[in-house]
């Protein structure tokens, strides 16, 4: 089992910058991928990034790509999601996710049924 715990959601205005952590505890966490998903309102949870087991290999949603940066610290069992210039349709709730970094592939990274262990999310609210 492997526990994750997310934390520094909040609300911020556009344009700002939030960094979002995410604790695991429980199994080697550096034996697994790691992905952040956001889910809004009505809609389905979509990727926004990962990153592979080892930190070396690092997936982005088109929507977020050069805006957030995904890494993680091995030595701490945390991954982090830096967002900045943060816009009103990035409002959502957050959550981390992990998978066994076994057969990592961009296209593994992106689904979220290829998850094996989820937070419970922190909420991201994006004003004008």
């Known amino acids: 089992q492997v526990q994750l715990v997310e934390s520094g959601g909040g609300l911020v205005q556009a344009g700002g910058s939030l960094r979002l952590s995410c604790a695991a505890s429980?199994?080697?966490?550096?034996?697994?991928?790691m992905g952040w998903f956001q889910q809004a309102p009505g809609k389905e949870r979509e990727f926004v990034a990962g990153v592979a087991w080892s930190g070396a290999f690092t997936y982005y949603a088109d929507s977020v790509e050069g805006r957030f940066t995904i890494s993680r610290d091995n030595a701490k069992n945390t991954v982090y999601l830096q967002m900045n210039s943060l816009k009103p349709e990035d409002t959502a709730v957050y959550y981390c996710?992990?998978?066994?970094?076994?057969?990592?592939?961009?296209?593994?990274?992106?689904?979220?049924?290829?998850?094996?262990?989820w937070g419970q999310g922190t909420q991201v609210t994006v004003s004008l």
């Open positions: 996710a992990a998978k066994i970094g076994l057969h990592t592939t961009a296209q593994s990274m992106g689904v979220p049924a290829a998850y094996a262990y």
């Open positions: 429980g199994r080697t966490f550096s034996g697994y991928d």
